[in-house]
């Protein structure tokens, strides 16, 4: 199996309406492709709480968003990166989501991480081998520190 390459939406400053409208005409085009997106939460006020790590795959567009500021990566082999750009391209690295009101979310498209991301992955089971969530976690914590 591929590496998959990683999307990171980060710092979505939208209220909870807001981001879950927006995260949810996202995922629709998303789950076309069959992308599973692990989710990040920064909980509490304002995103300043006790962190927390979730995963799973979208359905029917549902994201289940609970906080205000929140990180999201999006798992996609090269095929999928390539068809989400047709929808989504800013620039060759960062796609641009937007609700009716503007309200932006931006994804940065990175290179592959040096861990074995596969697809289809049991998302009801976090210690899953085939999805070591500590290593991603280690790696999205180095690019994308909480101030």
């Known amino acids: 199996m591929p590496y998959y390459e ?7 400053v939208v209220s909870k ?13 998303l789950v076309k492709y069959g992308a599973v997106i692990a989710r990040i939460d920064a909980l509490g006020a304002k995103g300043y709480g006790p962190r927390k790590f979730t995963y799973r795959r979208l ?10 500021y929140t990180n999201w990566g999006v798992f996609m082999n090269p095929k999928m990166m390539e068809d989400a750009r047709k929808y989504f391209m800013l620039n060759d690295n960062v796609l641009l989501f937007h609700t009716e009101k503007q309200q932006e979310i931006l994804a ?13 992955v049991d998302v009801t ?8 969530l500590k290593r991603f976690m280690d790696e999205f914590e180095k690019e994308f520190p909480y101030g």
């Not at 990683?6 to 979505?12: G, L, N, R, V, Y």
């Not at 359905?59 to 205000?68: A, D, E, L, M, P």
């Open 17 to 29: 309406e807001g981001l879950k409208k927006c995260l949810i005409e996202i995922s629709d085009q």
């Open 6 to 12: 990683i999307m990171t939406i980060c710092q979505a």
């Open 59 to 68: 359905y029917k567009g549902r994201s289940h968003y609970t906080g205000y």
């Open 108 to 120: 940065v498209g990175r290179d592959p991480p040096d861990f074995d991301a596969k697809l289809p």
């Open 125 to 132: 089971d976090p210690s899953d081998p085939i999805f070591p």
